[in-house]
């Protein structure tokens, strides 16, 4: 790996870091500079979950005040959340390598359609909640099978590809839960974390994780996640998920026409 090769991939960390801890989406910035630096894409792939995820660590740290009462919520959606990461990961372990390239710039639309979608889902729960005095503390009674369903169904998609993840389970748990959005928020930050920490260790077990570069990944989420949970909200919210659609939209159509 050259200097310059470290650089990029420590920006692109930090970068990652940093929209995770402002927005979510990070592994649209990691992922497609990982494939732009010649990694194959499940080796891109699992290197950008292993190398990005300490900023997942930092977004659960900022909303321990938003999860107070909701342990119970935890406790009965976790379950459901390792199985289906654990299933997300092994599917990406069997799925051959020319198959997962023919998926990889359609996953990236795809997400790159939900990141853009996440205004639009965060305020119809925001509406659907105004008006209503809804109690914080909750059991897990108000978790229907729904919820457990369509959360196992994230979790392994967030196991197989990633990016995304955070919209589809605050989506998830806007529909099926009532609470206040911040708190949902918090929840969906630590099914997130749980995920991605399924994934990490399977792949740091058995998938071939570019080590070098995870390391770089890591100290750059690491700072970026920091910067994100203290100042990146400064950026307009707008500019930044409209860079990150960019981007991935940009990786996406480079892969389909290269």
């Given at each position: 790996?050259?200097?310059?090769?470290?650089?990029?991939?420590?920006?692109?960390?930090?970068?990652?870091?940093?929209?995770?801890?402002?927005?979510?989406?990070?592994?649209?910035?990691?992922?497609?500079?990982?494939?732009?630096?010649?990694?194959?894409?499940?080796?891109?792939?699992?290197?950008?979950?292993?190398?990005?995820?300490?900023?997942?660590?930092?977004?659960?740290?900022?909303?321990?005040?938003?999860?107070?009462?909701?342990?119970?919520?935890?406790?009965?959606?976790?379950?459901?959340?390792?199985?289906?990461?654990?299933?997300?990961?092994?599917?990406?372990?069997?799925?051959?390598?020319?198959?997962f390239d023919a998926l990889v710039p359609w996953l990236i639309?795809?997400?790159?359609?939900?990141?853009?979608?996440?205004?639009?889902?965060?305020?119809?729960?925001?509406?659907?909640r105004e008006?209503?005095?809804?109690?914080?503390?909750?059991?897990?009674?108000d978790v229907g099978l729904g919820v457990r369903v369509a959360t196992l169904a994230a979790a392994a998609y967030g196991a197989y590809f990633g990016a995304g993840l955070g919209v589809i389970l605050l989506a998830v748990l806007g529909i099926g839960i009532e609470d206040r959005l911040i708190r949902l928020n918090g929840l969906r930050g630590v099914l997130a974390l749980v995920?991605?920490?399924?994934?990490?260790?399977?792949?740091?077990?058995?998938?071939p994780v570019a080590w070098a570069a995870a390391g770089i990944l890591a100290a750059g989420a690491l700072v970026g996640g920091w910067l994100g949970a203290r100042g990146a909200r400064r950026l307009p919210p707008g500019v930044l998920r409209a860079l990150v659609i960019v981007f991935g939209v940009v990786s996406a159509v480079r892969i389909l026409v290269g």
């Amino acid at each position: 790996m050259t200097p310059g090769e470290a650089a990029v991939l420590a920006l692109a960390g930090a970068a990652a870091g940093t929209i995770n801890g402002a927005a979510g989406g990070g592994s649209l910035v990691s992922f497609p500079v990982l494939l732009a630096l010649g990694y194959g894409s499940i080796t891109a792939n699992v290197t950008s979950t292993v190398g990005i995820f300490t900023g997942y660590v930092g977004g659960v740290a900022g909303y321990r005040r938003e999860l107070e009462g909701q342990r119970d919520r935890v406790r009965t959606l976790l379950p459901v959340t390792v199985l289906g990461a654990v299933a997300g990961a092994a599917l990406l372990l069997v799925t051959p390598d020319g198959a997962f390239d023919a998926l990889v710039p359609w996953l990236i639309l795809g997400a790159c359609a939900l990141f853009a979608a996440q205004p639009v889902l965060a305020r119809r729960v925001a509406a659907r909640r105004e008006g209503r005095a809804v109690a914080a503390p909750s059991g897990p009674g108000d978790v229907g099978l729904g919820v457990r369903v369509a959360t196992l169904a994230a979790a392994a998609y967030g196991a197989y590809f990633g990016a995304g993840l955070g919209v589809i389970l605050l989506a998830v748990l806007g529909i099926g839960i009532e609470d206040r959005l911040i708190r949902l928020n918090g929840l969906r930050g630590v099914l997130a974390l749980v995920a991605n920490l399924v994934a990490l260790v399977t792949f740091v077990v058995v998938a071939p994780v570019a080590w070098a570069a995870a390391g770089i990944l890591a100290a750059g989420a690491l700072v970026g996640g920091w910067l994100g949970a203290r100042g990146a909200r400064r950026l307009p919210p707008g500019v930044l998920r409209a860079l990150v659609i960019v981007f991935g939209v940009v990786s996406a159509v480079r892969i389909l026409v290269g």
